[in-house]
């Protein structure tokens, strides 16, 4: 729903960024979450929800009322996921710098606080002004001192790789652990 036609080169990059983020913490975190939590129709109903809150956003004209209960049942649905992911995000990065972009963040939305997080990891900033239908949104910029460059958008990837990594690993370990608490496996 974001409009990226007037952003600059390194302001595509940061929206990259912030995006590939976002979708990591939403998209698979959050996934994994609810399949370990509650099985595969869990898993399934929220990416169905979480694709319907995104199809009908409610920053567009006329969408605002049918995307109220839809937006609001993913924010919740995203919370646990998220944290879990972002742990992940911490520990396959710099915990102090991951910790001290949360502290310092401006902006005390759930979003904001997680962009915050990642570019106190990688030392740059994110968040900022953006566009939707037209309107732009004044957010305030959180992370990092040093402004996006072209190479952090390796560096980005390469560290939500890693936390992906790590992600899977404990909830594999996780899931062996409960699975053996249950009584379900044997030794």
């Known amino acids: 729903a974001r409009d990226c036609r ?14 590939l983020l ?3 913490y ?3 975190c959050s996934v994994i979450f609810w399949f370990l939590l509650a099985g595969p129709i869990a898993a399934l109903t929220y990416r169905l929800v979480l694709a319907v809150s995104w199809q009908w956003h409610y920053r567009r004209p ?22 879990t992911g972002a742990i992940a995000v911490m520990l396959a990065s710099s915990i102090p710098g991951s910790v001290r972009g949360w502290r310092n963040a401006k902006a005390r939305d759930f979003t904001s606080r997680l962009l915050a997080l990642f570019g106190g990891a990688l030392g740059i900033q994110l968040g900022g002004p953006a566009i939707y239908s037209g309107i732009k949104w004044r957010y ?4 990092g001192e040093r402004q996006v460059r072209y190479s952090d958008m390796h560096r980005a990837k390469r560290t939500i790789l890693w936390a992906a ?3 899977v690993a404990l909830s594999c370990t996780f ?3 409960l699975w053996h608490v249950s009584g379900r496996g044997g030794l």
Not at 6 to 15: E, H, R, V, W
Not at 67 to 76: D, E, G, M, N
Request: aromatic content about 12%; cysteine-free.
């Open 62 to 83: 006329g969408f605002a009322r049918f995307s109220r209960p839809a937006r609001a049942t993913v924010k919740l649905l995203t919370l646990p996921g998220a944290v």
């Open 6 to 19: 007037s952003l600059t080169d390194i302001g595509i990059a940061k929206a990259a960024i912030e995006s």
């Open 22 to 24: 976002l979708r990591f």
């Open 175 to 177: 899931f062996i652990v």
């Open 165 to 167: 990594s790590l992600y």
């Open 140 to 143: 305030p910029r959180v992370g």
């Open 26 to 28: 939403s998209q698979y």
